[in-house]
């Protein structure tokens, strides 16, 4: 019922700057939340930052003060804005959500695809 497609991932050397962008399509009435994960072969998936409708924005203790998360209502798109970036930012960033469907008023939960962000000089 609904899609999430991650892309803008890449390589960027240390200090540096990335975008990566999540756009979810399909018959959403609304958007619940909007977050990005990221994952190491050494770690967990761990919540980088989250967009909510009810709560506003939240961000990892690791990523405050250098990334950002800005909102796309009118497309349904989350765009993740990276700065001052360090090695270990390195992971598979993942976009997830929660969506009300239009169709029949049920809730919709699930993953993008992930995007590799390396961070190496």
């Known amino acids: 019922q609904v899609q999430l497609v991650e892309s803008g991932g890449g390589l960027v050397h240390p200090g540096g700057p990335l975008r990566l962008s999540c756009a979810a399509s399909g018959s959403i009435l609304r958007a619940n939340y909007m977050a990005w994960y990221r994952q190491t072969p050494e770690k967990r998936r761990e919540l980088v930052a989250q967009?909510?409708?009810?709560?506003?924005?939240t961000y990892a203790d690791s990523v405050k003060g250098r990334f950002t998360i800005y909102r796309d209502n009118a497309s349904n798109k989350r765009d993740l804005h990276m700065n001052i970036m360090k090695p270990e930012d390195t992971a598979v960033y993942y976009c997830?959500?929660?969506?009300?469907?239009?169709?029949?008023?049920?809730?919709?939960?699930?993953w993008g695809q992930g995007t590799q962000v390396t961070v190496s000089s």
């Open positions: 967009d909510s409708f009810s709560d506003g924005t």
């Open positions: 997830n959500g929660e969506f009300l469907i239009e169709d029949d008023g049920t809730t919709w939960h699930g």
